[in-house]
C-alpha cells in the first residue's frame, strides 16, 4: 500500500459524515447509518470510531487494540479499499469537496456484527501451513541455549516476509479468495515461501508437497490486490509467484536447497567493564562486586498489590 507521509500534517475537513454499514445479527438486517465528526488534525478513521462510540452512538461494535498499526485488528474497508482504521488518517480519505467516508467490514468474511468479522477460517488456514521453524531435532530449538547462524543475503531473501502482521486485509481484497473458500489465501501462502526459503527450516520438501494441491498456489490468478492493500509492504503476490517457480523445479528434481544451518551455542561475550569516573563516589556501606553477582529480584506481588 502506499503511504501519504505528509497526511497527518494536513488539516482534514472540519466536519465529516462517516457511513457505516451496520449488520443485526438477530434480527438479519443490514442498513447503512451516518454520523458526522468534528475532526482535527492528525486524526485517524479509529480516532473518529471511537469518538462516535464513546459520544454519538454506543451500540456500533469493532475490533481494535494497540492503534498503532502493529496488531492488525482494525481492518476494515474505507471507502472502497481493505485498510487499517489505526493506520488511514482523515485527510486521506476525505476532501472538502467530498467530506464522506463509508465504513464496511472486510470482504470475504462472515460479518458477526457491525464492522466486526470472523477470522476463524482465516486462522485455520494459517495454522495449516505450520507457521514456526521447524527442525529435525526439536531440541535445537526448545532448549533455547543455540543460535542458528545466517548470511545478511539470507536473512534479506525472508525478511519482507516476517513483517506480515495477520491482518487479513490481502485476503479481504483477494478475488479468488471471494469465489473459492478452499484456497489457502495470500497471507498463508506467504508464509509458506517465507519457511520454504528460510535457511534454517528442515521441512521444506513437507511443506512443498502439501501446498502442491488445486487450493494452493496454482489458484492464484496474480491480480495483485493482495500486495497492493498490504499495511507492512509485504508482497504476497510475489512470494506466490516464487512459490510456483520453486515447486516447479521441484517436481522436476531440480530444486536442490542448501543444506540447513546447524545450531550454534553462542560464545559468551564478557566486555570489560568501564571503570568509574575519577569524580564519583561511592555511597557508603554499597559494594559493587557483590551487586554485579547477586540475581535480580523483582517483588511481583509487592507491584500488583
Known amino acids: 500500500m502506499t503511504f501519504d507521509p505528509q497526511a497527518a500534517t494536513r488539516t482534514p475537513p472540519k466536519k465529516v459524515i462517516f457511513r457505516i454499514k451496520r449488520y443485526d445479527p438477530e434480527k438479519d438486517k ?17 480516532d473518529a470510531l471511537l469518538k462516535i ?9 469493532m475490533r481494535y487494540s494497540c492503534r498503532m498499526g502493529v496488531c492488525g485488528s482494525c481492518g476494515m474497508v474505507i471507502n472502497g479499499m481493505p485498510r487499517l482504521a489505526c493506520q488511514t488518517q482523515i485527510s486521506e480519505v476525505a476532501s472538502e469537496a467530498k467530506p464522506v467516508i463509508e465504513l464496511e467490514p472486510l470482504k470475504n468474511y462472515p460479518v458477526i456484527k457491525d464492522l466486526l468479522t470472523d477470522f476463524t477460517k482465516f486462522f485455520n488456514k494459517h495454522r495449516s501451513v505450520k507457521p514456526y521453524l521447524i527442525r529435525k531435532n526439536k531440541e535445537e530449538v526448545e532448549k533455547g541455549d543455540a543460535e542458528f547462524l545466517m548470511t545478511p543475503e539470507e536473512h534479506k531473501e525472508l525478511y519482507e516476509y516476517t513483517l506480515c502482521i495477520a491482518c487479513g486485509l490481502c485476503y479481504s481484497a483477494c478475488p479468488v479468495a471471494a469465489s473459492d473458500e478452499r484456497f489457502l489465501g495470500p497471507q498463508a501462502l506467504a508464509y509458506v515461501w517465507r519457511y520454504v526459503s528460510d535457511p534454517r527450516d528442515e521441512a521444506w520438501k513437507e511443506r512443498l508437497e502439501a501446498v502442491d494441491v488445486e487450493e494452493g498456489p496454482w489458484s492464484c490468478h496474480y491480480a495483485a490486490s493482495c500486495s497492493a492493500v498490504c499495511p507492512k509492504m509485504v508482497d504476497p503476490g510475489a512470494a506466490i509467484q516464487r512459490l510456483r517457480s520453486v515447486l516447479i523445479k521441484y517436481k522436476l528434481g531440480l530444486f536442490k536447497k542448501k543444506t540447513a544451518k546447524k545450531a550454534v551455542i553462542p560464545k559468551e561475550q564478557v566486555k570489560p567493564k568501564k571503570p568509574l569516573p575519577p569524580e564519583s563516589k561511592l555511597v557508603e556501606g554499597v559494594d559493587i562486586e557483590a551487586l554485579d553477582k547477586a540475581p535480580v529480584e523483582i517483588p511481583v506481588e509487592e507491584l500488583i498489590s
Open 53 to 61: 462510540k464513546e459520544e454519538i452512538d454506543h451500540t456500533i461494535v
Open 30 to 46: 443490514t442498513w447503512w447509518e451516518e454520523y458526522e465528526v468534528e475532526t482535527y488534525r492528525g486524526m485517524t478513521v479509529l
